[in-house]
């Protein structure tokens, strides 16, 4: 699970970060407050992924999705994109959990 997962985490970061880019040119925003909100959410998906094995992780991720989805307010792109990257966490952690499973019974059965 902890490579399909840090691989979506990757990809959102760097979609976070041209989505700030974007943001940018928001004549309501500072560029201060874009760059803050999108490096606490840049840190956090590369926090994610050392931390994917601990409890709650999983849960902080799809908070993080939440996130990215809300940003669509600001970037109207980021609605289809946050979306996206819901349904790639959500296929992450489902078939990543079922490696996991075939895995750890490959191990039983040569032990």
């Not at 760059?35 to 840190?43: F, N, P, Q, R, S």
């Amino acid at each position: 699970m902890r490579t399909l997962c840090s691989s979506t985490l990757i990809g959102e970061f760097f979609v976070i970060g041209f989505a700030g880019l974007v943001a940018m040119k928001h004549p309501d925003l500072s560029m201060g407050t874009v760059w803050t909100v999108c490096g606490i959410a840049m840190a956090l998906c590369i926090l994610l992924c050392g931390v994917l094995s601990r409890p709650g992780a999983v849960v902080i991720g799809w908070a993080l999705q939440v996130g990215l989805i809300a940003s669509g307010f600001v970037v109207g792109t980021m609605f289809v994109l946050g979306v996206i990257f819901a349904a790639l966490w959500w296929a992450s952690i489902h078939f990543g959990r079922k490696v996991d499973e075939i895995r750890a019974r490959h191990a039983a059965q040569a032990a």
